[in-house]
């Protein structure tokens, strides 16, 4: 085995290579950690942030939530709607403003009745018209209960379509008819351009 002479105390030293490794790597840092190391002969992986969820077989994605839609119009009464000026109100509630087109539905079973509001209501509006009458008649029943289509009616009002088309009802003065009879305030429809029909 080969020696290493050193001099001053004239004896040959013998370095081995323990020694040796250890005096080389007494200065050298180690180099700051970058993650786990890779097995050799595989590619470093990439992490990146996942935006969507990861498809698992045999269990359903978390939907995100559905937002809600706009809340619908509020339910309409006799004589009360939102969106409409009190006076105007009032004066429905007095009959004083013009009825432009009635209908009476007088006889009709309910699905005709139904079928036949509909119609009047959306051939009024097309023709621009502010207030129309509809005739339920009074009904009165031995019970003391109220008609079925003077019921039926104002529920009917306040459905789809028939709802957007109208601002507010009310029950007819005497005259025209009492608490047998409605006046209805239609919405206005608008043109391409934004004007109202009738103004």
Known sequence: MPKDTQSGGGRDKAVSDEELWR????EVKPLRSRGK????????????KRT??????GIRPVMPPVRKKAAEAPELTHGMASGVDKRTLAKLRRGQIAIEAEIDLHGSTQDQAHRTLEAFLARSQAAGRRCVLVITGKGFRTDGTGGVLR???PRWMNESPNRERILAFSHAIPPDGGEGALYVLLRRTR???GRALRE
């Open 23 to 26: 005096r080389i790597t007494a």
């Open 191 to 193: 043109r391409p351009g």
């Open 151 to 153: 019921n039926a009616v």
């Open 52 to 57: 969507t969820p990861v498809p698992v077989p």
């Open 37 to 48: 190391a890779q097995p050799p002969g595989e590619a470093p992986r990439q992490t990146e």
